[in-house]
């Protein structure tokens, strides 16, 4: 049984930040991409960054780009979110997911996930 596993939110001031980490289990993702996604109550899940965990490949939203970092670790099956210089819009239900490289889709699209986690609350405050 395939389980995805956030942890890592919390409350955090503006600017500051976070690491988000997703442990992963159940099977071998080395034919998978994985992704963080996020979602606020009343708003359509939103994507946040992907990384293909055989190549290396890394895709960011333009909201986050050059203040999140996503990375992976293969050996503990961990994908990391590095989170920096946050935003009170940051605020959300994080969720990471994994998807089929084959697969169709965007990789914007949450559509094409077959895997997610349960969520991590992300609080941003002035």
């Known amino acids: 049984q395939v389980q995805l596993v956030e942890s890592g939110g919390g409350l955090v001031q503006a600017g500051g930040s976070l690491r988000l980490s997703c442990a992963a289990s159940g099977r071998t993702f080395s034919n998978y991409a994985m992704g963080w996604f996020r979602q606020v109550p009343g708003k359509e899940r939103e994507f946040v960054a992907t990384i293909n965990l055989s190549g290396g490949g890394t895709y960011y939203a333009e909201s986050v780009k050059g203040r999140f970092s996503i990375s992976g670790d293969n050996d503990k099956n961990t994908m990391y979110l590095q989170m920096s210089s946050l935003k009170l819009e940051d605020t959300a239900v994080y969720y990471c997911?994994?998807?089929?490289?084959?697969?169709?889709?965007?990789?914007?699209?949450?559509?094409?996930?077959?895997?997610w986690g349960q969520g991590t609350q992300v609080t941003v405050s002035s």
């Open positions: 997911a994994a998807r089929y490289l084959a697969t169709g889709t965007a990789v914007t699209d949450p559509r094409g996930y077959s895997y």
